[in-house]
Structure formats: C-alpha cells, structure tokens
C-alpha cells in the first residue's frame, strides 16, 4: 500500500509530463486528480490503521540506490506515525489542490504541465517523508526545491513570476548548503547516513550523558568511545568536541530547515512566491516546501535533543520569526501575501515548539495548520476569482453577499488561524504558547512573549483581510462588481473538506497528539530525553497563562473591527502618525533592500566584471577572438597580392628573383 501512495503521484506527473498534448487537458486533469485521491484515501486508511498502541516503525525496501565504502544507500520507506502524519498532510491537501485547480486553471492553456508539476511537487515532498535515510531526504529536498520553482514561474512571460522564481531557487540554495554540510557531519560522527543508525548511536550518547552526568559520551556506529572533552572532528581548522561537533552538525542541518521553512534571514523567498497561481500558493505553504524544515527537525529529534545550544538557537530564531512576520502581515494590502506572512509567523510558531523540545506540538500544529492555511489561500483564490483576478484588498470591499459560501468558508480558515476557541488551531497554537512558558532553555521566556504578541497581531490582520475584502462598501469598479460570482462546485468542495478540518483537527486529535495518549499514538516517532518533561508541565500552567492567547485574540478582533468597520479613518490616522514605523513594516524590515545592497549588487557587479573584462576582453579577446581576428588580419593583407594585373606579378616575380640573387651572392661570399 505504500509504494502504492509515494508512486501514484509520480505516475501522474509522468503522464501528465509525456503525454499530456496526446491524451488533452481534460485527461491530463482527472488522471492526476484522481491518482492524488486514491493515495490521500490509502494514507488516510494507513493513518488510522496503524497500530494504536502496538505498532512499530515499518521498513519497505525499494531499490539499492549505491554503496561506496561505508556509504549505504538506498531508496527505502520508513512507515511510523509521524511519516502517516505527513502523508495525510501532503496527499489530502494535494489532492483538494488537484481538484481546486481544475476550475481555477480552466482558462490556461498549459493545465497538462501544470498538472504535471503539481503531481511532481507531492511526489518529491512523499520521498522526503518516507526517507529512511539523509540522502534520500535530501533527494526529496532538493526535488521540492525543483517543483517551487518550476510552480512558482508557472506563468513564464511574466518577468515578475520568473525573478521570484529564481530567487526562491537561490535563497533556498543558500540553506541547502547548510544541510548537506550537516548531512556530511551526521556521517563523519555516526558512520552512517541511515536513520536507524544515527538514532541508535545518539541513543548511546544520550544514555551515557545521562550516567555520567554529561562528562563523556560513547561515540556511536562501533567507532569506540570518546569523553565529550576529545577531540573527534577537525573542521575548517578547528578541532572541535563531541558536544561542539554535534552542535555544530544540528545547526548546519537547522540552516536547511531556515531555508525552506522560511525563517528570518532566509525568508525573502516566500512572499515572492505568490507570483504563482493561488493553488500552487496553497500546496507551498500549507503541506510542501515549508513543513519540510519543520519536519527534518522533528524527525532528527534523537539527535537535536544531544545539542541544548542547537535548540536554544531554534527557539530564538522561530520566535523572531513568529513576531517579525506578524508585523509585516499588519499593513500588507495584497490578499495572499497577507497570507503568506501569516505561514511564515505560523512557521516560527513550530520552531519555538520543537527549540523547547515539545516536537509533538509542533507536528500538532503543522497538522492543523496545514487544513486552515490550505483553506485560506484557496479561499483567497476564490476571491480573485470572482474579482477578475484583483488581488488588492484596496479593491475589494462589500463582496460578502455576493459570495456568500466564499465568505464563511474563510471566516472559518480565520478563527482557527486566530485560535478561536475549540477549533483546530485554538487547540495547536495555544499549546505552542504554553509549553514555551513551561521551557528551560535561555530563550523559552522569550519565545513565550515572541507568541503571545505574535498573537494579538495575528488576529489583528486575519480579521483585517476578512474586513476589507468582504465588509463595507464595494471598492472595486462597478464592471468588477457585475461580474462578481460564486466560484464554481469543483472549487468550493475543497472549500467544505478543509472547513471541516479546520473546524475538527484539533479537537478529534488534540489527546492522540498531546494529550494522555501521547506514548500509544507516537509510538517513540519522536524523541525526547529523560530530563524534558515539557508536555507534562504544559498541562498545568496556571488559568491566567491558558487563558492569555485567547484573550490576544479576542483583543486583536476587537481592535480590528473599531478600524475597518466602525472607525475607518483610523488606520490613515494612524499610519501618518507611524509613518517611519509603518514604512518600516510595508517595506518587509528592509531585508530585500540589505540583500540587495549586501548581496545581490556585489554579485552582479562581479559577474558583469568577470563576464566583460575576464571572459570578453581576456579569454575570448587573447583566445579565440583573437586569434580569429589575427587570421583575418592576416589574411586580408594577402589577399591584397591578388590584385589580377600581369604588370603586378611581373613585378612580384623581379623581387623575388632579386632576393634569391642577393641570398646566393651573401651566401656564396661567406
């Protein structure tokens, strides 16, 4: 059954991909689609099958991939409860996206390729998933990075959609580096690149940290023992610990995750890449590409649980992150970046959960996040479409009668985003802010204030789009407004199944998740270290502090509505007023304006030099170009001899009779 779910989607990519002009659109459409629902159905029926409280981690050997040395790969399943996760994650998202996309890509004359790139885009985030070991993850992650680029340029002609292409591609190039870095660590100390091993040697370690009070530590996969004090990698010069080294190894591997999950610094990407159509928007940022960083932490937990710096470092980062992206979420006017920064915020939200050691938290919310985001973005596609693909809220204004299901469907994706009570993220979000509050590491306060502001602001600006796209008076022109209309069937059963999730997630599995069922959902998917007691101590924070989220969220609506509904002029008022700080927020914190100065300037400056004076003047003007163009020279002098006149070869002739006369004469004196 599971070969079956990771190659439905390459079958459809691949007929989609080849034969796609030969079988149509319509073909290309249903195969792909219907493909997507056997494999979300089969990881659904895998989901809830697999053994509640008695089942263990299933292997499916595929094929060997190679072997060189102690190197051991191969293209392998590794079946537990956190891979189901995904899997339900990736192939039901997935497959509402097919399905959404079949009306909201009716018009484009491309919908086999385009079909084609999004049944690829699940295959290589199910490889990711299902990896039994770090190069097959690493297949995957890069096969990810290839399908956002290919999606997110979708629209080719357009100059925008390729320049957020390209540097979706580039930034994440910059955190892949990090992570094949720390993938060479892992098997420098481990010996190995499968999962098994790197877990049963970090168990090693772990055991005897605990035993002997963190002074030494065995060195794991059979390579003796070594006190954490000694010395057992040498990197860049440095020589560096037990400790340091595999702090250094979960930091490299945490740039990865920086990269694809969007966190600050290496963020810029995912804004831009709304440039592609709004379900290729939806399966990025609700159940591919972002989740993956989430995910190979969680997944490497065994390992990341050794390194208390590496998770303090997380925690910060996923923090800033939470808070950062809230604030630019606050003034943007473009409908899906609005919603875009608000998956980057969510993002942080995880990383503080996993920075604190709750993993099971931060899957929870990836879970739940993945229906009301899901629900979001095609909501938002639902209002382009309806608006002839206006994407300005400035624009918008009054279209809540007119699409009426449209309306509450993303009414409901807001008040789970915003935690309102007992629906999916009210459960995830809330646990996120109390296991922070109960964290030990340096930056556990901080990320517990980082969230908890974060938020207030997030229902500020959910409630804000709902507002200004379906409240008040029609701002659109009045040819917009009569042509304003209910999308589609095909787009809005999506729609209901993601409401229901939305609305269901957090209450059907918040105890399976989180809760006292913990030990038999899990089955030891994750790790955590005898000494986090995390999940325990969440459970009995006091009333105030369970309460708080709630009462940001209600704070954060309360404020929204005064400015938007009743007080319109208040947020003009207010921006002239903070116009450095709201020019500040608009202009994203500047980073795209450092990175261009600080980067991407001094890239071109250099590669027009090498390229002008290196490549134009030097190579090719002393190489080819030059030698060419001295043949030419040459040749063109010669030719001048053939002039056709008797008199001038006559003329040739006497010289050349005169110079053999004279040779002989010096020759013959000497």
């Known amino acids: 059954m599971y070969q079956i779910i990771v190659l439905l989607p390459l079958a459809g990519f691949l007929i989609a991909g080849l034969a796609g002009k030969a079988i149509g659109a319509k073909a290309s459409e249903y195969t792909t689609s219907s493909f997507l629902v056997i494999a979300a159905v089969l990881s659904w029926i895998g989901f809830l099958s697999f053994g509640w409280g008695e089942g263990e981690t299933i292997r499916v050997q595929m094929l060997q991939w190679m072997q060189s040395g102690g190197l051991d790969v191969s293209w392998s399943l590794r079946i537990d409860r956190l891979t189901l996760i995904m899997l339900v994650v990736v192939n039901t998202v997935s497959a509402l996206v097919h399905i959404y996309s079949i009306g909201y890509m009716h018009h484009d004359p491309h919908r086999p390729r385009f079909f084609a790139y999004l049944s690829l885009f699940t ?3 199910l490889m990711l998933v299902t990896s039994n070991n770090l190069v097959q ?9 290839l399908a956002s680029y290919l999606l997110i340029g979708f629209w080719y002609k357009k100059p925008s959609a390729n320049a957020a292409a390209m540097k979706a591609f580039v930034v994440n190039r910059v955190g892949d580096f990090g992570f094949i870095l ?11 690149v499968n999962l098994d091993t790197i877990f049963a040697g970090a168990a090693d370690i772990a055991a005897t940290m605990g035993a002997e009070g963190g002074e030494a530590a065995a060195e794991a996969a059979g390579h003796g023992t070594a006190a954490m004090g000694d010395v057992v990698l040498n990197f860049a010069g440095y020589a560096l610990t ?16 920086m990269g694809k999950s969007a966190q600050i610094g290496l963020h810029t990407w995912l804004p831009d890449a709304m440039e592609g159509p709004t379900p290729v928007s939806a399966l990025i940022h609700a159940a591919t590409m972002v989740t993956a960083g989430v995910f190979m932490v969680a997944r490497m937990s065994p390992v990341f ?20 992206a809230a604030t630019i979420g606050l003034v943007q006017n473009d409908i899906k970046r609005v919603i875009a920064y608000s998956t980057c915020s969510q993002l942080g939200y995880m990383f503080v959960a996993l920075g604190v050691g709750a993993y099971s938290v931060a899957i929870f919310h990836l879970f739940t996040h993945a229906f009301f985001k899901a629900l979001l973005f095609l909501g938002a596609g639902s209002v382009i479409h309806s608006v002839s ?26 008040l789970a985003l915003t935690g309102f009570p007992f629906t999916a993220g009210y459960f995830s979000k809330d646990a996120i802010i109390e296991a922070a509050f109960v964290g030990h590491n340096a930056f556990a306060t901080y990320g517990w204030g980082m969230t908890v502001i974060a938020a207030l602001l997030t229902s500020f600006y959910s409630w804000r789009l709902i507002f200004m796209t379906f409240h008040g008076k029609p701002r659109a ?21 993601l409401s229901a ?3 269901l997630a957090g209450i059907l599995f918040e105890h399976s998740f989180v809760g006292e069922g913990y030990e038999h959902f899990w089955h030891a998917a994750l790790f955590t270290g005898a000494e986090n007691h995390v999940l325990h101590d969440m459970h009995e924070v006091a009333f105030g502090i369970a309460i708080l989220p709630t009462v940001m969220m209600a704070l954060g609506f309360v404020v929204a509505y005064w400015m938007y509904v009743k007080d319109k002029a208040a947020p003009k008022r207010l921006a002239e007023t903070h116009r450095g700080l709201y020019r500040f927020f608009l202009n994203k914190w500047y980073f795209d304006e450092l990175y261009n100065v600080l980067f991407v300037r001094p890239a071109m400056a250099v590669g027009r030099t090498l390229w002008k004076t290196g490549d134009g003047r030097i190579i090719d003007g002393l190489g080819p170009d030059g030698v060419s163009a001295r043949v030419v020279d040459v040749t063109n002098r010669v030719v001048r001899l053939q002039t056709g006149y008797l008199y001038h070869y006559a003329f040739a002739m006497l010289i050349g009779v005169a110079a053999l006369v004279t040779w002989m004469m010096l020759g013959g004196a000497n």
């Open 501 to 503: 999730g939305a609305l």
């Open 477 to 497: 022109s009045a040819d917009v407004m009569h042509h304003v209309h209910e999308s589609p069937m095909v787009m809005l059963v999506p729609l209901f199944v």
């Open 182 to 192: 720390g993938i060479f660590g892992v098997f420098v100390l481990f010996g190995s």
């Open 242 to 257: 037990m400790g340091g080294a595999l702090t250094a190894v979960c930091l490299l591997m945490f740039v990865g995750a």
């Open 305 to 324: 649980e050794l390194s208390h710096t590496a998770l303090t470092f997380i925690t910060f980062i996923g923090a800033t992150t939470a808070f950062f």
């Open 389 to 414: 693909d206006e994407q300005d809220m400035r624009r918008m204004g009054g279209l809540r009668k007119h699409i009426p299901i449209t309306y509450w469907t993303m009414v409901i994706g807001t």
């Open 123 to 125: 295959f290589a985030m």
């Open 137 to 145: 993850m690493f297949f995957g992650w890069e096969g990810v990075g």
